[in-house]
């Protein structure tokens, strides 16, 4: 049996020397100019005290912020937000796709509508339920909306994925008196870690990178995020060469975590982006 010519544009780049040429010439370019203020980041922060400057920033308080408390922090909240996240969307995806209930499609439309709504427009709701809830200074209180604004995305994603599962293999299963559940942890999550995997990266890149929901709802300084640090630090640093080194030693530990799992996951958020956009 033959197989199926590939078209895609990135296949076709390959039959054509010169326009693969330019384009890797374009992505050397592009990694050079975002790896440049990278690595003045780095020499800045060894000028003045060499590489001593990392355990020392690593090591005190600036304005009650501790760096290695803010990235445990960080990965708190990420974590209860990766979890919620994936569970909620791979049951909610796997419901819109394979399960006939009324008003399934107007329900899934409606979802798909919160993907138009900035966080800004949700603050005053967020801070209120938060107080009531008495989830301030708390990585709950912070993961909570944060898991609200990415649902819609995770739902639209799993669904899509669920979508490209043979409708047979369910039918199958069904025959066999299989229900439901049964089918969602038999047959769905064995066939969903492609989709799961890419979300759970996003989710972790933009919960490690939110700004906004740690400042409105966390005032504490022991419970400040990553992100957050490098505004609350900013300011105990004084003139000194010495001193503005340190800085640049925090600002550069501080992109780590993101840049880890940017350079980590790669493979699975190019890989999930297409996950159940061809169907059988």
């Known amino acids: 049996m033959s197989s199926t010519p590939d078209t895609s544009p990135l296949s076709r780049l390959h039959d054509r020397p010169r326009d693969k040429a330019v384009l890797y010439t374009l992505l050397v370019a ?13 020499r800045q922060s060894v000028r003045f005290g060499g590489f001593s400057n990392y355990s020392t920033v690593l090591t005190t308080e600036y304005n009650g912020v501790n760096l290695v408390r803010a990235f445990g922090n960080s990965l ?26 009324p008003g399934r499609n107007t329900i899934f439309l409606l979802s798909l509508l919160f993907l138009t709504v900035p966080a800004v427009a949700i603050l005053v709701p967020v ?9 301030f200074n708390l990585p709950l209180g912070v993961a909570l909306p944060e898991v609200i604004l990415t649902l819609p995305f995770a739902i639209l994603l799993l669904r899509n994925y669920a979508d490209g599962i043979p409708r047979e293999m369910i039918d199958a299963a069904r025959m066999d008196g299989a229900g439901h559940w049964s089918i969602f942890r038999r047959i769905f999550l064995p ?16 919960s490690v990178q939110d700004f906004l929901f740690p400042t409105l709802l966390l005032s504490d300084p022991s419970a400040t995020t990553a992100a957050q640090a490098v505004q609350t630090i900013k300011g105990a640093f004084g003139p000194t060469p010495e001193q503005q080194s340190q800085y640049f030693a925090a600002l550069t530990l501080l992109a780590v975590p993101a840049i880890l799992i ?10 999930g982006i297409t996950a159940g956009g061809v169907k059988e």
């Open 191 to 206: 066939l969903a870690p492609p989709a799961l995997i890419n979300l759970a990266a996003l989710c972790v890149v933009w």
């Open 30 to 42: 592009g990694g050079l100019l975002w790896m440049a203020p990278l690595i003045n980041m780095v």
């Open 262 to 271: 940017v350079v980590l996951g790669i493979r699975y958020l190019t890989q």
């Open 76 to 101: 708190v909240i990420a974590a209860i937000t990766t979890i919620l996240t994936c569970t909620i969307g791979a049951l909610a995806g796997y419901a819109f796709s394979k399960i006939d209930f």
């Open 127 to 135: 801070y209120s339920i938060t107080g009531s809830l008495h989830l």
